[in-house]
Protein backbone atom coordinates (compact mmCIF):
# COMPACT_ATOMS: atom_id res chain seq x y z
CA UNK A 1 0.00 0.00 0.00
CA UNK A 2 2.61 2.34 1.02
CA UNK A 3 4.79 1.74 -1.89
CA UNK A 4 1.64 2.61 -4.32
CA UNK A 5 1.35 5.69 -2.59
CA UNK A 6 5.05 6.62 -2.92
CA UNK A 7 4.98 5.98 -6.71
CA UNK A 8 1.56 7.98 -7.24
CA UNK A 9 2.85 10.75 -5.39
CA UNK A 10 6.24 10.75 -7.16
CA UNK A 11 4.07 10.67 -10.59
CA UNK A 12 2.22 13.49 -9.58
CA UNK A 13 5.01 15.74 -8.76
CA UNK A 14 7.22 14.42 -11.46
CA UNK A 15 4.22 15.98 -13.48
CA UNK A 16 3.73 19.25 -11.52
CA UNK A 17 7.49 19.83 -12.28
CA UNK A 18 7.41 19.46 -15.80
CA UNK A 19 4.36 22.02 -15.82
CA UNK A 20 6.80 24.42 -14.23
CA UNK A 21 9.72 23.86 -16.69
CA UNK A 22 7.04 24.75 -19.18
CA UNK A 23 5.97 27.84 -17.11
CA UNK A 24 9.67 28.92 -16.81
CA UNK A 25 10.71 28.26 -20.59
CA UNK A 26 7.56 30.65 -21.60
CA UNK A 27 8.89 33.20 -19.04
CA UNK A 28 12.32 32.88 -20.23
CA UNK A 29 11.19 32.68 -24.22
CA UNK A 30 8.57 36.24 -23.44
CA UNK A 31 10.31 37.88 -20.25
CA UNK A 32 9.68 42.06 -21.48
CA UNK A 33 13.04 42.20 -19.24
CA UNK A 34 16.18 40.46 -18.81
CA UNK A 35 15.46 40.21 -15.10
CA UNK A 36 12.87 37.74 -15.38
CA UNK A 37 14.51 35.72 -18.57
CA UNK A 38 17.29 35.27 -15.55
CA UNK A 39 14.57 34.77 -12.68
CA UNK A 40 13.03 31.90 -15.66
CA UNK A 41 16.35 30.48 -16.04
CA UNK A 42 17.20 30.24 -11.87
CA UNK A 43 13.24 28.61 -11.91
CA UNK A 44 14.23 25.94 -14.62
CA UNK A 45 17.11 24.56 -13.55
CA UNK A 46 15.29 24.31 -9.91
CA UNK A 47 13.19 22.52 -11.03
CA UNK A 48 15.16 20.24 -13.34
CA UNK A 49 16.99 19.68 -10.09
CA UNK A 50 14.20 18.66 -8.46
CA UNK A 51 12.60 16.08 -11.16
CA UNK A 52 15.97 14.55 -11.30
CA UNK A 53 15.55 14.07 -7.62
CA UNK A 54 12.31 12.63 -8.08
CA UNK A 55 13.54 10.37 -10.98
CA UNK A 56 16.47 9.26 -8.22
CA UNK A 57 14.04 8.32 -5.59
CA UNK A 58 11.79 6.35 -8.17
CA UNK A 59 14.67 4.20 -9.65
CA UNK A 60 16.81 4.01 -6.33
CA UNK A 61 20.16 4.53 -8.53
CA UNK A 62 22.29 7.34 -6.63
CA UNK A 63 23.62 8.66 -9.63
CA UNK A 64 20.76 11.62 -10.43
CA UNK A 65 21.38 12.71 -6.74
CA UNK A 66 24.84 13.55 -8.26
CA UNK A 67 24.06 15.35 -11.09
CA UNK A 68 21.93 16.87 -9.11
CA UNK A 69 23.74 18.18 -7.23
CA UNK A 70 26.24 19.45 -10.05
CA UNK A 71 23.25 21.38 -11.73
CA UNK A 72 22.23 23.18 -8.00
CA UNK A 73 25.90 24.37 -8.20
CA UNK A 74 26.59 25.12 -11.14
CA UNK A 75 23.14 26.66 -11.46
CA UNK A 76 23.78 28.65 -8.41
CA UNK A 77 27.19 29.83 -9.71
CA UNK A 78 25.55 31.28 -13.09
CA UNK A 79 22.86 33.13 -11.27
CA UNK A 80 24.95 34.60 -9.66
CA UNK A 81 27.07 35.92 -12.41
CA UNK A 82 24.40 37.12 -14.20
CA UNK A 83 22.77 39.34 -11.58
CA UNK A 84 25.99 40.67 -11.09
CA UNK A 85 26.67 41.16 -15.01
CA UNK A 86 22.90 42.78 -14.51
CA UNK A 87 23.43 45.26 -12.04
CA UNK A 88 27.01 46.39 -12.74
CA UNK A 89 28.03 45.42 -16.44
CA UNK A 90 30.93 42.98 -16.23
CA UNK A 91 31.14 39.80 -14.36
CA UNK A 92 34.89 39.72 -13.43
CA UNK A 93 36.51 43.43 -12.00
Keep these: MSTTILIWSLMASQLM???AMAC???RILTGPRAQDRVLG???LYVC???LLLTFGIRSGSTIYFEAALIIALLG???TAALAKFLMRGEVIE
Design 48 to 50: GML
Design 24 to 26: SAY
Design 41 to 43: VDA
Design 17 to 19: LVA
Design 76 to 78: FVS
